[in-house]
């Protein structure tokens, strides 16, 4: 999950509701934990709507050059069962994430595992993806607040959490791309 918390009340419906929903936990008293992955890293596998690995493209929002945290699905499974099993772990967010990259970056690593160039386009800026997402269908809009949340940084995670657990290797991009490639 994206860190929601520090997005601005009124960005997106859906985020409004689930922030609430946090609020209203804490408050009752309840222990809770939000894990706090950042993206799947998995949607930037051969099929997603980003990078196309058999044309040798991708297209985004911005410049590219934006960081953001992704981890596979498999390892937020098997932190969140692990911290859901520590009862050390204080209520709240609990954050971590398989690697913090950039686009470009990505692009570099497929190019060099796939051994060919990838064409890069951007779609436009933030503010382009913000009309964008204006005049959208309610499950596109929600698709492009993920991508401006995470592009422009407001849902960037902090402390992370990575080392807590020694015998879990959350896997990097490069290697996540390596193993899709065989």
Request: proline share 3%; charged share 25%; net charge negative.
């Amino acid at each position: 999950m994206l860190a929601i918390w520090w997005l601005t009340p009124g960005a997106h419906s859906a985020f409004d509701a689930r922030r609430e929903a946090g609020e209203a936990i804490a408050e009752m008293g309840l222990g809770h934990i939000h894990i706090l992955q950042g993206g799947f890293i998995d949607f930037m596998r051969p099929g997603s709507p980003l990078v196309d690995y058999d044309k040798g493209t991708a297209a985004f929002w911005g410049t590219g050059d934006e960081a953001f945290e992704v981890t596979t699905i498999e390892d937020t499974a098997r932190m969140t069962a692990r911290v859901a099993l520590d009862r050390d772990v204080k209520s709240g967010k609990f954050a971590f994430a398989g690697d913090r990259i950039s686009l470009n970056r990505s692009l570099d690593i497929a190019e060099n595992l796939c051994g060919r160039p990838f064409s890069r386009q951007s779609l436009g800026s933030e503010a382009d993806l913000c009309a964008a997402m204006d005049s959208s269908d309610p499950q596109t809009r929600l698709f492009y607040a993920y991508q401006l949340y995470m592009m422009n940084g407001q849902t960037a995670l902090d402390k992370l959490q990575n080392d807590r657990y020694p015998d879990i290797e959350l896997t990097r991009f490069e290697d996540f791309v390596q193993a899709l490639l065989g």
